[in-house]
């Protein structure tokens, strides 16, 4: 730049944009000149959305690269995880499908890449009636409920000695109860448990014996 002199190069420039660079030279917001420059071969990505057959292939890449840097075994994607991935819209696209997985990959503690791994955001979105991997994955969410469930009832409150009878760990358990909403329904079982606990009689103290 300011030079005088001209310098030769050989370079292939790619540009990209998620914006209608069309409708932007037409008002202006984008140098029409600079347009005619660039747009020589022209290339439309469609959103992920429209290309769900890559989710799978994607999802294992991103797998295998947060493996790597996290310094953590590869872990498979469970069916149901999978199911969610397929049917979510991904509005950030593959951005935001890359950091799903690398939070997956940071949190999970389990030899899979759950459900449970996965944002918020995922798991938020109500499954179509008519997807059988979406109506599998509403029946192990449902299976873990009652699971977590029982074990804290049984142990009277003691979520580290539910934990051992689930054979998870601690951390986990209670990542699995705020994901899956149980909070509030394991507060009222406890409390429910506690009130209908009879209590130990107290002691009696016998009367002098009736007079003649």
Same mark, same amino acid.
């Given at each position: 730049?300011?030079? !005088?002199?001209?310098?030769?190069?050989?370079?292939?420039?790619?540009?990209? !944009?998620? +914006?209608?660079?069309?409708?932007?030279?037409?008002?202006? &917001?984008?140098?029409?000149?600079?347009?005619? +420059?660039?747009?020589?071969?022209?290339?439309?990505?469609?959103?992920?959305?429209? #290309?769900?057959?890559?989710?799978?292939?994607?999802?294992?890449?991103?797998?295998?690269?947060? &493996?790597?840097?996290?310094?953590?075994? !590869?872990?498979?994607?469970?069916? %149901?995880?999978?199911?969610?991935?397929?049917?979510?819209?991904?509005?950030?696209?593959?951005? *935001?499908?890359?950091?799903?997985?690398?939070?997956?990959?940071?949190?999970?503690?389990?030899?899979?890449?759950?459900? %449970?791994?996965?944002?918020?955001?995922?798991? *938020?979105?109500? &499954?179509?009636?008519?997807?059988?991997?979406?109506?599998?994955?509403?029946?192990?969410?449902?299976?873990?409920?009652?699971?977590?469930?029982? $074990?804290? %009832?049984?142990?009277?409150?003691?979520? $580290?000695? $539910?934990? +051992?009878?689930?054979?998870?760990?601690?951390?986990?358990?209670?990542?699995?109860?705020?994901?899956?909403?149980?909070?509030?329904?394991? #507060?009222? !079982?406890?409390? %429910?448990? /506690?009130?209908?606990?009879? #209590?130990? /009689?107290?002691?009696?103290? &016998?009367?002098?014996?009736? #007079?003649?």
């Amino acid at each position: 730049m300011g030079g !005088t002199n001209p310098i030769k190069v050989d370079i292939r420039l790619i540009a990209a !944009t998620n +914006r209608d660079l069309d409708d932007a030279v037409r008002t202006g &917001a984008f140098r029409q000149d600079l347009y005619y +420059r660039l747009a020589v071969v022209r290339l439309t990505m469609p959103p992920l959305r429209e #290309r769900k057959e890559d989710i799978p292939m994607l999802t294992r890449h991103f797998v295998q690269k947060y &493996a790597k840097r996290c310094k953590v075994k !590869t872990r498979p994607v469970s069916r %149901e995880a999978m199911a969610c991935l397929v049917n979510h819209d991904w509005p950030g696209n593959v951005r *935001e499908l890359e950091n799903a997985i690398e939070r997956a990959m940071v949190l999970g503690s389990s030899n899979m890449v759950l459900t %449970e791994d996965l944002p918020e955001s995922l798991l *938020e979105r109500a &499954a179509s009636p008519d997807m059988a991997a979406a109506k599998y994955h509403s029946a192990v969410k449902e299976l873990k409920k009652q699971l977590i469930l029982g $074990a804290v %009832e049984q142990t009277h409150g003691s979520y $580290a000695e $539910a934990a +051992r009878i689930l054979g998870v760990h601690p951390n986990y358990l209670h990542r699995l109860i705020r994901n899956l909403e149980l909070k509030d329904v394991l #507060r009222e !079982t406890l409390q %429910e448990g /506690a009130r209908s606990t009879p #209590r130990p /009689a107290g002691k009696v103290t &016998a009367g002098s014996a009736d #007079r003649s």
